[in-house]
């Protein structure tokens, strides 16, 4: 193994999932004797801010920092809230105020890519002086913000290296897109650049199967998957004290608002006394109006705790406290590739998971490879109630244990081994 030179927006002391994936890659890495190089923003705009992972930087690692304009900082004058919410990918399917939706269709037809693509000229003009410098000819940038990937092309044109373009989520497919009000040219805009990005890399990583055979209808070069995982020791699954706690870790959109599960609950709560003296539903992260708005319609908030964001080591806490954890996505064809990055640590949490998510989600696959839960389609009310039922009555015997199989390819470890192997190092 050799050096390689990993180009991220997102780094200590980002909090959230989009920063986990390569710093703890550049961990493992660092403890297999390769030799990573990280090269990143020096004034980023960070929607949420986790200091503790500051810690799991490896001493020695060289971390490169280059300073660039965005217009977040400028898009504050129109208000700071609306600003952190866009910035923070809280892009609501209710619909947004006027404020909003300009912010929404300057963002998807000005900034194209995104607002961060103006990190691609100081970066050309510092990055070959850097791969000289260090010796390397690996290079790997990793999006959203998929502009990170243009430096990626653009450094390729430059100078002789090897290009891996990560992908953490889709690009054109992503959910979001159609609340951006894209025109016609700057849809096609962001086509074109998808598809010269996905033909230009030496190698692609994505982290489903279904986003990797989407890229590979677009490019003749190789499309590896690499999913996102855990890197906690797994739990024994044995049924935590307290009460029947429904967790759910993270930004909870309007779109994944599962009106049914609240309305399932709240019914619980009228049918069964002793479920409403036991349930606590328990959200930790960036809630959307929206969702709040229909708990309180559906009179669950004498049960509702929500909680602001929390560092990564107290949200792996809250997910062992838990009865069952919430996993849910989307009810659209675009996100049955969507894998989010809680659903590894859940399987290491071993607590009986409970997903909701369109037909075809590749999520809910994972969850019935592994048996660490159960999944549904939002249309399957009655299932779902008969599942929370059967947990509940496991819960009051004290049986609830979690069991999960076959998770060690999941763990981070491994996954970098494939990546150092498959991806970056072919003959290594």
């Given amino acids: 193994m050799g050096k390689v030179l990993i180009i991220t927006y997102y780094w200590p002391p980002a909090g959230g999932p989009g920063v986990q994936r390569w710093l703890y890659f550049v961990r493992y890495l660092h403890k297999m004797g390769a030799h ?5 923003p020096e004034t980023p705009h960070y929607p949420i801010i986790d200091k503790d992972l500051v810690a799991l930087v ?22 700071s809230r609306t600003t952190k919410r866009v910035s923070a990918g809280m892009i609501e399917k209710e619909r947004p105020g006027v404020t909003e939706r300009l912010m929404r269709w300057v963002r998807g037809n000005f900034f194209i890519p995104d607002a961060r693509k103006f990190w691609l000229k100081p970066a050309l003009r510092e990055l070959p002086e850097i791969l000289a410098k260090e010796g390397i000819d690996t290079v790997v940038t990793t999006g959203p913000p998929h502009s990170v990937h243009l430096i990626g092309m653009a450094l390729k044109a430059k100078v002789p290296i090897r290009w891996v ?16 009000y894209l025109s016609g040219p700057a849809r ?16 692609v990583v994505a982290t489903s199967g279904t986003t990797a055979g989407a890229f590979r209808k ?37 779109g994944r608002n599962p009106e049914a599960l609240w309305r399932i609950l709240k019914q619980m ?21 929206e969702v709040t708005r229909s708990l309180e319609a559906s009179g669950l908030m004498p049960w509702v705790r929500t909680f602001p964001y929390v560092p990564h080591q107290e949200a792996m806490q809250a997910l062992r406290q838990a009865q069952i954890l919430l996993l849910l996505e989307i009810d659209l064809p675009e996100t049955r590739g969507i894998l989010p990055g809680k659903l590894y640590e859940y399987m290491a949490a071993a607590r009986p998971v409970l997903a909701i998510g369109p037909s075809g989600w590749e999520a809910a ?23 929370i039922r059967e947990w509940y009555t496991a819960y009051k015997a004290g049986t609830l244990t979690g069991n ?11 996954l970098t081994r494939k990546l150092a192997n498959d991806v970056l190092w072919e003959s290594s």
Avoid: M
């Fill in 365 to 387: 696959e994972i969850v019935a490879g592994t048996g660490c839960g159960a999944a549904f389609e939002y249309a399957q009310e009655q299932a779902i109630e008969k599942q």
């Fill in 404 to 414: 999960t199989r076959g998770i060690g390819d999941y763990h981070r470890q491994s």
């Fill in 165 to 180: 373009a990560d992908f953490r989520d889709p690009w054109t497919l992503i959910g979001y897109h159609e609340h951006l």
């Fill in 218 to 254: 677009q490019t003749t070069k190789p499309v590896h998957v690499i999913t996102n995982g855990f890197d906690q020791p797994p739990s024994d699954g044995s049924q935590p004290e307290g009460p029947f706690r429904l967790v759910h870790i993270g930004s909870l959109l309007a």
């Fill in 188 to 203: 096609r805009k962001h086509e074109r650049l998808e598809k010269e990005v996905l033909q230009a890399a030496d190698a």
């Fill in 269 to 289: 709560t009228q049918t069964h006394p002793d479920f409403g003296k036991d349930l606590s539903l328990e959200l930790t992260g960036l809630v959307s109006e």
């Fill in 58 to 79: 490896p001493e020695g690692v060289s971390v490169y920092r280059s300073r660039f304009w965005e217009p977040y900082g400028l898009a504050g004058l129109l208000g």
């Fill in 36 to 40: 990573p190089v990280v090269f990143i």
